[in-house]
């Protein structure tokens, strides 16, 4: 991979609230037109290493290049060049849909036109609503009009679908798939794996301050290697070996072996294993 | 590619802040009501003659507009600044190219007007209430103008800095409020400046609000007055010196002070 390609790039990132060490080192790389998803659980450090990337947050310690400019250094055209949709707003409440992205486009030097922003987020029949009326989905909708107002080469998306309804999601999934299709390259945290697996080219587990794994979500599955859950009437095991296991028991029972099944671990299990919280291998 | 002018986003920030502030009804009528009822109880009150054809109500409207432009700057802005970390909209905008130059030009722009509507109606309601007489002569008119622009910049300097006191918008209404209102009282506001105790009046003397509320009595009461004053006269070279003053600081706590968000939360 070119540097050119490289959007995001940090090595051995470190940060410490007082005592507490939030990050230890953490690596990762974001390729241009790529939507790489940053899982993990709550307090992993996700929201903390998404805000030293847009330049909200200062760092202990490593390297940050974001579009090849350290983010804590970075100036007005930096910025113009980013999009960010961060968690926990509730501002904007008493003005309407299109007064609020009409006067954000003002901040940029060639912003997309409103009317396109606000029909791509699907808030055309809501546009002269005030924000405060709106529901809590449509209301991160704004925010990601906010967010893609400017044209950003880099969109960082923290959490954007918590607390939203399946419908709500699929569609707001559909809008970032839009977004991705236009070579936008997106940063997207999540602590849900269908999302991850929905949107991401590559997903990179944060556990612990330090990034555990990254690549696709097939890579990631491949790495809890060949074992499999084999269950039966009588019993179960997880094995390497699942198809002599079968063999042997189909010898046992003589024909038939009662309720078998063979599971191979899901991405959860994968990812469950990786962040510590089920039986560590190492 | 051009980034758009700090003037430009200034003045569209300045609109904007305008709608979302004449948007919040509780805000509007908390912010104009306030200092109006305030002047129709205590001029309701103290109605008695004082001097050559004032009457104390009189003396009670002057003091009382200056506060009232204390409570559209300080309190008003100490207030918006506070909601504005504590909403995320700082947070939004620091994510955007606007400039900070641009952030305080649009509040200045807010506060500017608002507390021009405020001056407004609180002469209004004393012209028609208590026959307060507007500035008769250009130097009182003068010193109306000068005080308003120069108590506006003031006390939104010093809001700005008692924004960075609190942690979040509901404590920054003590921060704002309690003050606010202390000065209130020793700064001769809701009583007669003549009859405050002296530890106290020399207390107020510290603070500008006293200054501003004498120097909009100079604007807007008859030279003969200013007998009735702590110093016998308007002292309005002073007054100009102690509002600067207190500028120059408010300006130095904004520069040293301020900050986007709060790195002490997570």
């Known amino acids: 991979m070119s540097e050119t390609a490289t959007v995001v790039r940090v090595r051995g990132l470190a940060k410490n609230y007082g005592p ?5 080192g953490l690596d ?6 790529e939507t790489l998803a940053v899982l993990g659980p709550n307090g992993a450090g996700k929201t903390t290493t998404v805000e030293i990337l847009e330049g909200h947050r200062r760092r202990t310690g490593g390297e940050v290049e974001v579009l090849g400019t350290d983010p804590g250094r970075a100036g007005r055209a930096w910025r113009a060049r980013i999009g960010i949709v961060a968690q926990h707003a509730s501002d904007l409440l008493d003005m309407t849909v299109a007064e609020t992205v009409r006067h954000f486009a003002g901040y940029y030097p060639d912003p997309r036109d409103t009317d396109d922003v606000i029909a791509a987020v699907g808030l055309t029949a809501q546009r002269k609503q005030r924000i405060g009326r709106l529901s809590g989905g449509q209301r991160r909708r704004v925010d990601v009009a906010l967010g893609i107002i400017g044209r950003p080469e880099l969109l960082f998306l923290d959490e954007p679908t918590t607390g939203f309804d399946p419908e709500a999601r699929q569609q707001f999934w559909q809008l970032v798939r839009g977004l991705a299709a236009e070579g936008t390259t997106i940063l997207l945290t999540t602590h849900y794996l269908d999302e991850a697996e929905a949107l991401a080219d590559r997903v990179a587990v944060i556990a612990d301050g330090r990034v555990r794994a990254i690549g696709t979500t097939a890579e ?35 024909g038939e072996v009662p309720a078998l099944s063979v599971t191979r671990p899901s991405l959860e299990d994968v990812y469950l294993t990786m962040i510590g919280s089920k039986e560590t291998t190492s | ?8 986003i200034g003045l ?26 305030l002047m129709l109880m205590l001029g309701g009150i103290y109605d ?7 009457r104390l109500s009189q003396v009670f409207a002057a003091s009382i507009a200056a506060s009232a432009v204390v409570s559209t700057s300080f309190v008003n802005l100490g207030g918006r600044i506070a909601t504005d970390r504590d909403d995320g909209t700082l947070k939004r905008l620091r994510g955007t190219p606007m400039p900070v130059a641009a952030y305080f030009v649009g509040k200045t722009i807010q506060v500017f007007w608002i507390s021009l509507a405020e001056l407004v109606l609180m002469l209004g309601l004393a ?17 109306m103008a000068g005080f308003f622009l120069l108590g506006v910049t003031c006390w939104s300097l010093l809001g700005i800095a008692a924004s960075r006191l609190s942690r979040s918008a509901k404590t920054a209404a003590v921060a704002t409020l309690v003050p606010y209102t202390l000065l209130g009282f020793v700064s001769g506001v809701y009583i007669v400046p003549s009859g405050l105790p002296p530890v106290m009046e020399q207390i107020g003397a510290l603070f500008p609000l006293k200054w501003l509320a004498q120097g909009f009595r100079s604007a807007l009461l008859p030279d003969s007055m200013a007998a009735y004053e702590a110093a016998g006269t308007w002292e309005t070279g002073r007054t100009v010196l102690v509002l600067g003053l207190w500028t120059v600081a408010g300006l130095v706590l904004c520069l040293t002070t301020f900050r986007w968000n709060d790195e002490r939360t997570r």
């Not at chain 1, 039966?232 to 699942?242: F, K, M, V, Y």
């Not at chain 2, 590619?1 to 430009?8: A, C, E, F, H, V």
């Not at chain 2, 008695?48 to 004032?54: C, D, H, K, L, Q």
């Open chain 2, 127 to 143: 012209t028609a209430l208590y026959d307060l007489r507007l500035p008769t002569s250009i130097v009182q008119w003068g010193r």
């Open chain 1, 28 to 33: 990762l790389d974001v390729h241009k037109g």
């Open chain 2, 12 to 37: 569209s920030r300045g609109r904007f802040e305008m709608l979302e502030f004449f948007r919040d009804k509780g805000a509007v009528i908390f912010t104009f009501s306030f200092p109006a009822l």
């Open chain 2, 48 to 54: 008695e003659p004082i001097g050559e054809g004032v």
């Open chain 1, 20 to 24: 507490a060490e939030v990050l230890r």
């Open chain 1, 220 to 254: 990631l599955r491949a790495t809890a290697g060949d074992e499999a859950d084999v269950a039966w009437r009588d019993g179960c095991e997880r094995t390497a070996h699942p198809t002599a296991l079968i063999a042997r028991l189909a010898k046992e029972y003589d």
């Open chain 2, 1 to 8: 590619m051009n980034l758009p002018g700090t003037l430009r």
